[in-house]
């Protein structure tokens, strides 16, 4: 049995999304053409190589998502006869367009919608929205962001702004729930939070697969960084901004530093991939820079080296301060945490689906704000005093997820 899978991201560029999607297909025990594009935005301008025997790539060089529409849906049209079900990837949503045509033109063949974000509603986009908007004051501002669906939809079923990308994100997201097959949602919280008054309507057509790691993937050679003079390694590995910060780990360590230098001057932190620049100067500024090291993006398989190398890995959530539950985000690099089977120093609110993980898996883990508890649970780790459920890990292992996805398949190719 044969898919097509339409997905912006995907190997070699190094995205999140594209590795998410990469890894489930690799332990999915069917076969897949992939219509990608070769075009590295929002992700890491390093190529990571990667190669499967039941995946065939086409990555076209296309200069924006219209023309990448168009290129996947004329290769489609010479293959579709290849094809047994086809699933769409997001981010961006625009692959979902694509499964939405064909599926209008061919409603038999199976349709797998799969979402690494909401398409609408995200609290990343609401925020950016909002706050971009300068000629609005502060308190409205809030007002906004407390109520997002309020203001958005009055706006929408006003007729107002009706192209705005908002809207359109709002009309295609319930498109795409209404006439897919499958939605695939990387956890629970996510997809309540997406469904939100159509859960029931559509919770019997979704599933939750969680972002995994890939055990033939993860390289045990500890040869990228050696820990200096037998420091202890704290490492990041991801992007970060605005809103996912590393301040508090920045606050954290200065505390050890004032209150237990001797313990200090073993720690090393290292933080690979963007960061503000605000945030490197804070590391300058404090005089904190031989133990606080940003190093620039590295490949798929380096980023894994680094983190076998690492004595303890650091997650980092971003927070929302919103009325409504913003923690909805499974960040899929926790996923190649747990496939080091390393400790995990956990930076995210408490009813986020990292906290889950993280506490049900005996690490440590914090609200952005715990600054003293941070700097207490990175001397436990430094200690050596943290008794890790490794077990719990390999829940996150991606045979045992693509076994799930393969079986539902099959279940809706029989119908």
Known sequence: ???????????????????????LLKSSRYEYDVY???????????????????????LFNASNFDDWKAMCTNLYSIKSNDYNFMMSRSMPPESHEIALRIKKERPDLCWLAS???????????????VNDRSFI????????????????????????YSNNVLMRMIKLEKQVFEKADLLIFPNLKQCIYSLDKDYNKYKEKSIILPHSFDTDMIQKEKDIIKNKNGRYTFLYSGYLDLHRNPEPIILAYEAIKTA?????????????GNMPQKFKNMIQIKGLYENIVVHEPVDY??????MNDADCLIHIDA??????????????????YMG????????????????????????????????????????????????????????????????????????????
């Open 137 to 160: 004051p502060s308190r409205i501002k809030k007002l906004m962001l407390d109520y997002p669906r309020t203001w958005i939809n009055c706006l929408n079923n006003m007729g107002l």
């Open 340 to 415: 080091n089977y390393k400790p995990i120093l956990g930076i995210t609110a408490k009813d986020s689906p990292a906290y889950e993980i993280l506490k049900r898996s005996n690490n440590m883990v914090h609200e952005r704000e715990d600054i003293s508890g941070i700097s207490k649970s990175m001397i436990e780790f430094f200690s050596r005093r943290c008794n890790v459920d490794y077990t719990y890990y390999d829940t996150y292992n991606s045979k045992t997820v693509a076994a799930l996805y393969d079986e539902k398949i099959s279940e809706l190719i029989k119908q």
């Open 319 to 336: 927070k929302f301060e919103y009325k409504y539950d913003s923690n909805i985000f499974f960040a899929s690099k926790l996923a190649d």
């Open 260 to 272: 237990s230098p001797e313990i200090a001057e073993k720690m090393l932190i290292i933080f690979v």
């Open 1 to 23: 049995m044969k898919g097509v899978v339409f997905s912006w991201f995907f190997p070699p560029e190094t995205s999140a999304e594209g590795l998410v999607t990469y890894k």
């Open 36 to 58: 990608a594009s070769n075009k590295a935005i929002w992700g890491y301008t390093v190529k990571s190589n990667l190669t499967s025997k039941n995946i065939h790539s086409y």
């Open 115 to 129: 979402f690494g974000d909401p398409i609408s509603f995200n609290p990343y986009e609401i925020t950016n929205v």
């Open 301 to 306: 398989f380096t980023s894994l080296k680094m």
